[in-house]
C-alpha cells in the first residue's frame, strides 16, 4: 500500500466531515468515501486505520470507524494542505492549457517550476493520470495528454453529448443504480445548499462529471461509457480556462437533483427529456461565458 496515498487520503476524509458538517459519532462509510475519492476501498480502509491510531476516529462497536472529536480541530489544517495541492494542481493545468509546458516533461523540471517536494508532485500526478490527462512515460518522465482548447471544439462537445447522454437513459439495458445515484445526490445537495460558492473548479467539474458519468454507466451501453469518459477527460482543462459562474453553476446543481429524483423514480422517458433540456440550457451558457 503507497503511504504517499493514504497521506493524501487523510486530509481529503477530514475536508469531508468538515463539508457535511458531521458530528462526533457520525459512521464514516468504507465504500461510498472510495466512491467519492475516486480509489479502491483498499487505500481508504487504510487510511481510515491510520486516522484511528491518531485518534481522529474511534472504532464502532459493529465494524468500521467513526468521527471523534480530534478530527474536528484538525480540519482546519486538513483544509489548508489540500488547498495548497489544489493550488498547485491547477496551476500545473492552467500552463498546460495556455501551452506554457511541454507536452513531455520530467519530474524534477515541475518540482523546480513549482516549488513541490518530490511526494507533492507524485500526488499531484497520480491525480494527473486518474483523471485521464497526464500519463507516465516508459521509463523517464511525463506527457500531458493534449486538451480542448477553443469554444468551437467545446461547443462541438455539447452537441456530442446531447446525442448520446438521453439516448443512453432510453437504452434497453438501462438499469438505475441506486447506490451510486444515491451518493451522487448526496454530492449535488451539498454543493446547492452553498458548497457551490466555495468549492474548486476542479471539484465541481468532479462532482458533475461523476453524476453524468454514473448515469452513462446505468445504460448498460459500454460504448456510450466509454466515450462520454474520454469526451470529460479532454474538456477538463477547458473547464479550469475562466472563473466559475456560481449562480449558473447552482442552478445545474438543482437540475441535477431533479434529475436524480426522476431515475429514483422510475420516470425513465421524462428523465431522458430533461437530460437533452438540461444539457442544451448548460451548452448555451457555458459557451456565452467561455467567449466573454
Known amino acids: 500500500m503507497s503511504t504517499s496515498l493514504v497521506s493524501q487520503l487523510i486530509p481529503n476524509i477530514l475536508t469531508y466531515i468538515s463539508s457535511h458538517n458531521l458530528e462526533v459519532g457520525t459512521r464514516l462509510p ?152 444515491s451518493i451522487c445526490r448526496e454530492e449535488q445537495e451539498l454543493l446547492a445548499n452553498g458548497r457551490v460558492f466555495e468549492a474548486s473548479p476542479a471539484e465541481i467539474f468532479d462532482a458533475n462529471t461523476r453524476l453524468h458519468e454514473t448515469i452513462a454507466s446505468c445504460s448498460g451501453n459500454a460504448f456510450i461509457f466509454d466515450s462520454l469518459r474520454r469526451l470529460n477527460r479532454i474538456r477538463r482543462l477547458m473547464e479550469y480556462q475562466k472563473a466559475v459562474d456560481r449562480e449558473q453553476t447552482l442552478r445545474r446543481c438543482k437540475e441535477h437533483l431533479l434529475l436524480i429524483d426522476l431515475l429514483l423514480a422510475g420516470e425513465i422517458q421524462e428523465a431522458a427529456a430533461f437530460m437533452t433540456t438540461h444539457l442544451t440550457t448548460a451548452a448555451r451558457e457555458k459557451q456565452n461565458f467561455l467567449q466573454a
Open 30 to 181: 468504507e465504500r461510498a468515501l472510495a466512491e467519492r475519492l475516486r480509489v479502491s476501498r483498499s487505500p481508504v480502509r487504510s487510511a481510515l486505520k491510520a486516522m484511528a491510531t491518531q485518534n481522529l476516529l474511534a472504532a464502532h462497536p459493529e465494524g468500521g470507524y467513526v468521527v471523534a472529536s480530534a478530527a474536528l480541530a484538525a480540519t482546519p489544517q486538513a483544509q489548508e494542505e489540500v488547498s495548497n495541492t489544489e493550488r498547485i494542481y491547477l496551476e500545473i493545468a492552467k500552463d498546460r492549457l495556455e501551452d506554457q509546458l511541454p507536452l513531455k516533461v520530467t519530474e524534477n523540471e515541475l518540482m523546480r517550476r513549482y516549488q513541490v517536494t518530490r511526494s507533492q508532485l507524485a500526488d499531484i500526478l497520480r491525480r494527473c493520470v486518474q483523471e485521464g490527462w497526464a500519463e507516465r512515460l516508459p521509463g523517464y518522465g511525463w506527457e500531458f495528454v493534449e486538451g480542448m482548447t477553443s469554444p468551437a471544439a467545446y461547443a462541438q462537445s455539447y452537441r456530442f453529448r446531447l446525442l448520446i447522454e438521453p439516448a443512453g437513459i432510453l437504452e434497453p439495458t438501462f438499469k438505475v443504480d441506486a447506490f451510486r445515484l
